[in-house]
């Protein structure tokens, strides 16, 4: 199924339409695609484009949709250039000629900016909860380490005495301002651009404010052209992601110095260590390694689309 190419006399070269394809990746945006297209329904019920009864068929098919992707029962076919035509193709193919007017007033354009903003609201949703569990933590080992003495270090030498809890809590508020940059990175996302269309608006008279309450945003854009093109809000969340990669990468690297026989101060949990198979006597701390490892990842990523 093609979203375009009317105008065409000739089908889209193999080697373009696979260069071109961004299914592999914004697969994974299927959830907000599908909630995206609910609320757009919504909003063509009040405009009168589509009827109660097309708009609950319409739904249907897009909840079906979602569970075969859910349970990994969805083929992607060709032509499904990505996440936005292949679950409009399949829908279709469920509810009949009906389907074809969900995109009605609709582009690809606003509606793949309302997928990537919502994404990365819910995956700050996420996040947010799992910090505040590493930051319990700090805290409870903390606590109960309050006046163990070791030594702080400047240039790996012997400084000054601190205790095993200071050095925990050092790490405790990196955390906090993570998740300072975390809210502000969701505040910026939290604008719903659907109903822009390509970059000038929608030619239908859509209840904008209907979107964005049924889809969970606090407030509409209010320029179209600047909706469809911005994504700084993935930048701001790009970089809280980096910051809080480079904090647990310092955290991962001193409990790897400091679980050294040289050192000694801590004792890795076997559950999170592996072995040598060469050398029996090894603890190995890969999950520390692997996680200084995929911060740079998430710099790199961040680089990636600044300059892109």
């Known amino acids: 199924m093609k979203l375009w190419g009317g105008r065409f006399a000739r089908e889209t070269d193999a080697l373009v339409r696979q260069f071109n394809d961004s299914i592999g990746y914004d697969i994974r945006f299927f959830q907000e695609d599908i909630d995206g297209s609910i609320a757009w329904t919504k909003g063509l019920v009040k405009a009168e484009i589509l009827t109660a ?28 250039e990505d996440i936005h035509t292949a679950v409009e193709r399949r829908m279709t193919e469920i509810v009949g000629a009906t389907g074809g007017k969900l995109h009605t007033g609709r582009s690809r354009n606003d509606q793949a900016a309302t997928d990537f903003r919502l994404w990365i609201m819910r995956a700050i949703d996420e996040i947010i909860p799992v910090i505040t569990e590493l930051q319990a933590a700090l805290i409870d080992h903390a606590e109960a380490n309050l006046n163990v003495p ?137 999950t520390l390694e692997l996680t200084r490892g995929k911060a740079g990842r998430l710099l790199g990523n961040m680089v990636g689309l600044l300059a892109t």
């Open 53 to 80: 009864d097309e708009a609950a068929a319409i739904v249907a098919g897009l909840e079906e949709v979602r569970k075969e992707l859910i349970e990994d029962r969805f083929t992607v076919a060709a032509g499904d």
């Open 150 to 286: 070791m030594p702080g270090y400047t240039h790996l030498q012997h400084a000054q005495p601190v205790t095993w809890g200071h050095f925990l809590l050092s790490h405790f508020w990196p955390l906090v301002r993570d998740k300072a940059r975390f809210v502000a990175a969701r505040h910026t996302a939290d604008e719903l651009p659907l109903g822009s269309a390509a970059l000038a608006g929608t030619g239908f008279p859509i209840d904008r404010d209907l979107l964005a309450d049924a889809l969970g945003f606090s407030r509409i854009t209010q320029n179209s052209l600047d909706a469809v093109s911005n994504r700084d809000y993935v930048a701001d969340f790009l970089y809280a992601a980096s910051m809080l990669g480079l904090h647990l990468s310092r955290l991962s690297e001193q409990l790897i110095l400091f679980s050294s026989q040289e050192f000694g101060f801590v004792r890795l949990d076997d559950a999170y260590s592996t072995g040598s198979s060469l050398m029996p006597q090894k603890k190995n701390p890969d």
